[in-house]
């Protein structure tokens, strides 16, 4: 009888995908397979669990896989092999191609219109379990979207645009002195400014998507809890905005933007 602590390996992606019980039937699965995932447990329960819900585990491959759809190209397909997609575009006037983290994403987008996702960054994105998908949904398109940026030197700026066309709505900066999250708090107080001050009564309670729980959560307590010193200029739209928040009621929902799902988030710089 050998000695020591058995193993139970799990292969969420290989060959046959299942538990081993022993490193070589493992490597019999993974070998030769491109960005195989599996992993090791201690136990047979513990094995059990992770392959039913692998995101609830890290895999042993700590690289990252990402799916590739190409949309025009010699052989338009879902790639995981960067390679193979540049033999695909060569030569190719004009290929349209996307990467993704999430191979459930990457299906829809390829049976979708490839301008659904020209503008956007998917890499973030990763397959949900069944639970998530039905807590998470689908975005609801017809809603704001904002977003910030700000370098390493605080210069910031943010903007808001529709969910649905990606317009822009509004744009403020860049000033000095900012953070992201300075910068979603004032996106998110300028959004709901503006909605509350529309004519259509319907833009009173059109949702505002964000993808910082943090500014979501100041523009809650109706303060910008920064501990960066904000500009003079940004000290003023601060004022402002906390002064809107104190003096106005509002009903439009504030939801968080779920990058891992959706990608970025459509008012994104694109900066990342």
């Known amino acids: 009888m050998k000695k020591g602590k058995s193993k139970f390996y799990v292969v969420w992606e290989g060959h046959l995908p299942g538990i081993y019980d022993s490193w070589d039937k493992c490597q019999e699965q ?3 397979y491109p960005n195989a995932k599996f992993k090791s447990f201690k136990t047979l329960d513990e094995a059990r669990k992770a392959l039913k819900d692998p995101d609830s585990v890290e895999s042993s491959s700590k ?12 052989s338009p397909g879902i790639y995981t092999d960067w390679n193979e997609v540049l033999q695909n575009i060569k030569g190719v006037e004009k ?39 039905k807590l998470i949904g689908d975005p609801i398109e017809l809603s704001l979207a904002v977003d910030a940026a700000a370098n390493g030197k605080g210069i910031m700026e943010y903007q808001g645009v529709w969910t649905f066309s990606k317009d822009q709505v509004f744009h403020v900066g860049p000033h000095k002195g900012g953070t992201n999250n300075i910068g979603e708090f004032l996106a998110l107080v300028h959004a709901l400014a503006y909605l509350n001050n529309h004519k259509d009564p319907k833009m009173k309670t ?9 500014a979501m959560g100041w ?3 109706g303060k910008c809890k920064t501990k960066r010193e904000p500009s003079n ?4 739209l601060i004022f402002r905005a906390e002064k809107w928040l104190k003096s106005n009621a509002f009903k439009n ?3 968080k933007w779920e990058t891992k799902a959706w990608g970025e988030i459509p008012a994104d710089f694109g900066r990342k």
Do not use: C
């Open 95 to 133: 290929p349209i191609y996307k990467t993704f983290g999430s191979k459930q994403l990457a299906e829809k987008a390829f049976n979708d219109h490839p301008d659904n996702y020209k503008d956007g960054d998917y890499k973030k994105t990763r397959d949900l379990t069944e639970n998530e998908r």
């Open 206 to 214: 059109l949702p505002i998507y964000s993808d910082s729980r943090i």
């Open 63 to 74: 690289k990252k896989s990402y799916y590739y759809v190409v949309w025009r190209g010699k």
């Open 219 to 221: 523009v809650m307590n």
């Open 30 to 32: 993974i070998k030769g």
């Open 233 to 236: 200029k940004l000290k003023e």
């Open 253 to 255: 929902p504030l939801l």
